[in-house]
């Protein structure tokens, strides 16, 4: 199976044919890559179309800034921000997605037009969320999460941090399932970030392959957070700013699209829209190899002897080091 297959589809969303690329609309005066810019309605419904226009497949819109030590908005307000945004976009024929742990705000989200909820909590901070998007029918990604982050990174502490969000990650898909969210409606999610420190992000980027054994679609969001920056900053450096880090974002989102992510989640599109194309470009190349048959000839390419001319014999090429007698 390529990993292009084995990238799954969604059902509610279009298939495409290589990993989507999630653009992001905050709608927050605090978030800490680009809180305060979008915070208008109509702001935020202009950047949306951007997105879309720079190779964004979808526009995740949300209401309520999840850093850590963020402080929880009320309902009221979430409602306000989000969902005329929603409504805005979803009118002008683009795919939404909305990212709240309120129930309420998903549900009068999905009735303005949004087709999947994207809940940082998983469904742990709502006990309402799980039976609303299962009676709504709505995708629903399922992130790895410990609790809230007032007060900084809680609970990040891990013996081994692939295989505890793995089976944190089972337990909580399953507990979706059982709330009656149909399986082929889920995404998974590491939550990058989210009770992590670098060192265990970048270990979960090395191996998404774990996360594929859960068996659904996998969203990786790594736009611009803080272990990119420690990255990018060196063992003594100053980490960059959020809005300096979209290069580095662009090349997770190509190690993600290779290594089979079904999305990646980012604040600036178009490197990202490149970089996906560019992995999918690539895996279409492997696919033809295996197709031709590793070791095949080409039937495109004329054969070359060994010096490297066409059709002509070059001259005998010289033993080997490890040929000769005495060599180690």
Known sequence: MSKQSGRGRVDGLPQWDRC????VVNVTPDS????????DTTAAVKHGLHLVAEGADLVDVGGESTRPGATRVDEAEELRRVVPVVHGLASEGVVVSVDTMRASVAARALAAGAALVNDVSGGLADPAMIPAVADAGAPFV????????????????????????????????DAVLAGGVSPDRIVVDPGLGFSKEADHDLTLLAHLDRLHSLGHPLLVAASRKRFLGRVLAGPEGAPPPARERDAATAAVSA?????????????????????????RAMEGAREERRTLGA?????????TDASGA???????????PSHAEGAR
């Open 20 to 23: 989507a690329v999630m653009g």
């Open 32 to 39: 800490f890559s680009d809180g305060g810019r979008w915070f």
């Open 142 to 173: 399922v992130m790895h999460w410990r609790g809230f982050l007032e007060g900084g990174n809680v609970r990040g502490v891990y013996a081994d941090v692939v295989a505890e969000v793995v089976d944190e990650l089972h337990a909580r898909v």
């Open 255 to 279: 190690l993600a699209a290779q290594a089979g992510a079904w999305a990646v989640r980012v604040h600036e599109v178009r490197a990202t829209a490149d970089a996906v194309q560019v992995a």
């Open 295 to 303: 070791g095949a000839p080409d039937p495109a390419r004329p054969a």
């Open 310 to 320: 066409h059709g002509r014999p070059g001259p005998p090429a010289p033993p080997h």
